[in-house]
């Protein structure tokens, strides 16, 4: 038996045979042209006095506001759903199957059920209405087909204009759902401004993310203190403080008084410096003598980032920052290491 070509060469040979699919740029510059268009299409065409009336309804319930869908159209209910109970709003995804086997329990008489269909005609939410009104729920169709059945069932219907889909068959719901999406987010940015809500409030949904430890966390949150404080008086040896230097991770020496009043800073950079400069003279020279008197610093109750901003700032960037109290006592230090392990 003759030897097998090497796998990587066969596989090779295999591939130059097939004609493998090609993107024309043109074509697809030409398809997001077609989506801008179409997308152009609704927001012309809009009726604002809908939107409106949808919009103030959402904002005056007092019970929950639920959303179910089918396929994609469920999809972008669930997203939007989950946008405004990011924001504080009471809202939940009800899945229309699931609400026909027991779910729609959850469904009381100070609720609104918002319905995304495209089409209106869905099997599952035509099924779903009745039962949602025997609970007394408010119910809107948000749709994109004229004369369809969901519109004639709800006690409100959204219109949104459909020109058609990007899809060359026009079956895809592809910018039909783009259309949703886009409704639905702008509708929940309304009522977050009717709501008032703040930079704080939206932080306290995310806490665990980037946008709620840049409104949350403030310096006292993150420094270290007590123990982990590397510091020492002004009249110690340098020499003798290359431990405490060294050790507690901070990368400086704080220097201070009796009371803890912060006089200055020394860091590892000063001490490289200093070496070069004095050579054995550096045995006979204390902290006081090369430390920093005029660091940058910051209160407790300043925002982490503010700290993170403050050590980028020029003139030169820093490591850390002193954290002093209103009688510049010395309670703890922030470093460029610990905001960014916090997540900043």
């Given at each position: ?16 045979k ?18 801008q ?21 959402l904002?005056n ?10 396929g ?8 939007i ?21 027991g ?13 995304f269909?495209?089409?209106?005609n869905t ?10 009104r ?5 119910l809107?169709?948000?749709t ?7 519109a ?21 719901p ?21 709501r ?9 949904n995310?806490?665990a ?18 123990d ?19 050790s ?9 008084d ?9 860091t590892?950079?000063?001490l ?10 550096i ?16 209160g ?10 403050k050590?980028?700032?020029?003139p ?21 290491h610990?905001l ?5």
């Amino acid at each position: 038996m003759g030897s097998l070509p090497p796998f990587s060469d066969a596989v090779s040979s295999s591939l130059s045979k097939q004609s493998l699919p090609l993107i024309d740029e043109a074509a697809l510059l030409n398809l997001f042209k077609s989506q801008q268009n179409h997308i152009n299409f609704f927001f012309n065409n809009i009726d604002h006095s809908q939107t409106l009336a949808f919009t103030r309804t959402l904002l005056n319930s007092s019970g929950t506001i639920f959303f179910t869908g089918v396929g994609k159209s469920g999809f972008v209910a669930h997203k939007i759903s989950q946008t405004l109970v990011s924001l504080g709003i009471t809202s939940a995804f009800l899945s229309p199957v699931d609400a026909l086997h027991g779910d729609i329990g959850i469904l009381s008489d100070h609720d609104v059920l918002v319905l995304f269909s495209k089409s209106g005609n869905t099997e599952e939410l035509v099924r779903l209405v009745p039962c949602a009104r025997s609970k007394g729920a408010y119910l809107i169709s948000v749709t994109s087909v004229e004369g369809n059945v969901l519109a004639g069932m709800c006690d409100m219907n959204v219109h949104l204009p459909l020109e058609r889909e990007l899809c060359p068959f026009n079956l895809a719901p592809v910018t039909s759902t783009a259309i949703q999406m886009v409704f639905g987010d702008t509708v929940a940015i309304a009522l977050m401004q009717a709501r008032n809500l703040s930079k704080e409030d939206y932080a306290s949904n995310h806490p665990a993310g980037r946008i709620g430890k840049h409104l949350i966390f403030k310096v006292k949150d993150v420094m270290k203190k007590q123990d982990e404080l590397p510091v020492c008086r002004e009249a110690d040896l340098i020499m003798d403080q290359l431990v405490e230097l060294t050790s507690k991770g901070c990368g400086c020496l704080l220097v201070v008084d009796e009371q803890l009043h912060l006089i200055g800073t020394f860091t590892d950079g000063d001490l490289r410096r200093t070496l070069k400069a004095s050579g054995e003279g550096i045995f006979k020279l204390t902290v006081g003598e090369m430390c920093n008197r005029k660091p940058k610093i910051i209160g407790p109750d300043a925002m982490a980032v503010e700290a993170m901003k403050k050590m980028e700032a020029p003139p030169s960037a820093v490591q850390f920052l002193p954290v002093i109290s209103d009688e510049n006592v010395l309670i703890g230090i922030v470093t460029l290491h610990g905001l960014v392990s916090a997540g900043l």
